[in-house]
């Protein structure tokens, strides 16, 4: 570990360890798209002005960003949202933590609609728009400056993530033509 590597780093990789496999030669840019997404809510949920802790801290947007993405590998498709919201909700049962899993499914469901799904301190609305913004490169910031976005980026390096993100969708094109972006809601 280095001096860099914080709890948050350290308990993200642990979650992550057992998909190591399945995740291959992306398993870093996803990691550190994971560790984006986290540090991106807490910004965004500073900003709102709401007593509690950060985002980060709490488990259901650990939960929400470890497996938000993950049926992707875990599941071959990238139709993943139903498969990545039962990867979470398994990990959830085993960690006894059954209470989050509806708040949980709702932030993966929902963290490609298109429109607002709640107020900004809302967690699934949290959860959508720290995506959003590391999606889109920080072209999309919700008030948040660049600067802010760029930071993340060089403690959390893209590793090919958006690149990824590129083949997926240039694939499923090919193949699903009038169905190229499966996880988008409205």
């Known amino acids: 570990m280095t001096e860099q590597t914080s709890e948050l780093d350290q308990a993200i990789a642990q979650r992550l360890e057992p998909w190591t496999a399945r995740l291959g030669a992306d398993r870093k840019a996803y990691f550190h798209h994971v560790l984006r997404v986290l540090r991106l809510a807490d910004l965004l949920f500073a900003r709102t002005g709401e007593p509690g802790p950060a985002p980060s801290a709490r488990e259901e947007f650990r939960a929400a960003a470890t497996f938000h993405d993950l049926g992707i590998w875990a599941a071959g498709t990238f139709d993943y949202l139903e498969p990545s ?7 959830l049962i085993a960690q006894r933590r059954e209470d989050l899993t509806e708040v949980v499914a709702a932030m993966i469901r929902d963290h490609h609609r298109l429109r607002a799904t709640g107020g900004a301190a809302d967690p699934t609305e949290l959860f959508r728009r720290a995506d959003l913004i590391d999606v889109t490169c920080g072209a999309r910031r919700f008030g ?29 094109t090919l193949i699903h033509p009038l169905s190229p972006l499966p996880m988008i809601r409205w």
């Open 85 to 91: 919201c039962a990867l979470a909700g398994d990990w």
């Open 144 to 172: 948040l400056p660049y600067s802010a976005y760029a930071a993340l980026l060089r403690r959390y390096p893209d590793s090919g993530f958006h690149w990824k993100l590129a083949d997926l969708t240039v694939r499923r």
